[in-house]
Nanobody
Framework: QVQLVESGGGLVQAGGSLRLSCTAS????????MGWFRQAPGKEREFVAA????????YYADSVKGRFTISRDNAKNTVYLQMNSLKPEDTAVYYC????????????????WGQGTQVTVSS
């Protein structure tokens, strides 16, 4: 089983920046890539960004494209999400997940999930 440890969440003012980190351990051999999802109160979980392990292929939701950047360090089994120009609507619990099949845009293609880290953007 893959274990995921997330960090970097917190409170930030609108227009500010945060960087989230997610480190994978355990049986990582089956992981095709890593993704970030988020869930705000009263909302469904939505795709944010993803990256493949093998090549530098990245994917972004339209709502964060141009503001967020996903990156990876294969040697450390770590994925990062740099979040710039944060807006109050970015407030949510952010989840790191390991993809095992299919398109990175869909949560059903992910196996292991982290416990989530809270990101709060004040007005």
């Amino acid at each position: 089983q893959v274990q995921l440890v997330e960090s970097g969440g917190g409170l930030v003012q609108a227009g500010g920046s945060l960087r989230l980190s997610c480190t994978a351990s355990g049986r990582t051999f089956s992981s095709l890539g890593m993704g970030w999802f988020r869930q705000a109160p009263g909302k469904e979980r939505e795709f944010v960004a993803a990256i493949a392990w093998a090549i530098h292929s990245t994917y972004y939701a339209d709502s964060v494209k141009g503001r967020f950047t996903i990156s990876r360090d294969n040697a450390k089994n770590t994925v990062y999400l740099q979040m710039n120009s944060l807006k109050p609507e970015d407030t949510a619990v952010y989840y790191c997940a390991s993809a095992e099949a299919g398109s990175y845009y869909y949560a059903t293609n992910y196996g292991a999930w982290g416990q989530g880290t809270q990101v709060t953007v004040s007005s």
